[in-house]
């Protein structure tokens, strides 16, 4: 069964350090999703992508995140400049187009110390 | 905007009995998740409800949905320890997926 994936699984960086996290969604899916979970709280909803542009914002996705689509599979959040607050577990999602089920990958646990 | 609200959010409950965690959600949603968390881990997916009166049931669970109430329910029945973890409901509107907060189950043995 097709599945998004996620790496690494865990990820521990020291603060002010930028960090990628990548994604690879199901290879038919047209659109693509961050979304975040910092410890022991709900799962939070950072951007969507669609069409090789952000179709969508929250107010946590701030000038220090980005998304980019580099090649045909991969689906990568960027933070550039970590700060402690940023530790969290992130999920990426991926779906086809119309009222289509979205799967979630098996997340990126980000520590930062 | 989709607003979502899980009650109770801390539900302590002795193995064998019955109870119901409750979704409510404000606008038309196109369908609707519920989700499993074990500690640390990851998002499992229990169930994908799409249209009103949809009733899904896996084991000791089961799923409704009343699209007119816009509300959606997860039914334990005769818990078990093993159905301790957090439980999300997440409507899906416009491609977009937003989380309740989520109901924290602890089933005491």
């Known amino acids: 069964e097709p599945e998004v994936t996620q790496t690494p699984s865990h990820q521990v960086t020291q603060m002010g350090q930028e960090v990628i996290l990548r994604c690879v969604p199901i290879?038919?899916?047209?659109?693509f999703y961050w979304y975040r979970q910092i410890l022991g709280q709900k799962v939070e909803f950072l951007v969507s992508f669609y069409n090789n542009e952000i179709s969508e914002k929250s107010e946590i996705f701030d000038d220090q995140f980005s998304v980019e689509r580099p090649d045909g599979s991969n689906f990568t959040l960027k933070i550039r400049s970590t700060k402690l607050e940023d530790s969290a577990m992130y999920f990426c999602?991926?779906?086809?187009?119309?009222?289509?089920?979205?799967?979630f990958g098996q997340g990126t646990r980000l520590t930062v110390v | 905007e989709l607003k979502v609200e899980q009650n109770p959010l801390f539900l302590s409950m002795q193995e064998g009995k019955n109870y119901t965690i409750y979704c409510n959600y404000s606008t038309t949603s196109d369908r609707l998740y519920w989700y499993r968390q074990d500690p640390g881990k990851s998002l499992e997916s229990l169930f994908v409800l799409l249209s009103n009166g949809a009733v899904k049931q896996e084991g000791r669970l089961m799923a409704s949905l009343d699209t007119k109430a816009r509300l959606s329910t997860l039914h334990i029945t005769a818990a078990v320890h093993d159905l301790s973890a957090t439980y999300f409901c997440a409507p899906q509107r416009d491609d977009k997926i937003i989380f309740g907060k989520g109901t924290r189950l602890h089933i005491l043995p």
């Open positions: 290879s038919n899916h047209l659109y």
């Open positions: 999602a991926s779906k086809t187009e119309g009222n289509t089920e979205a799967f």
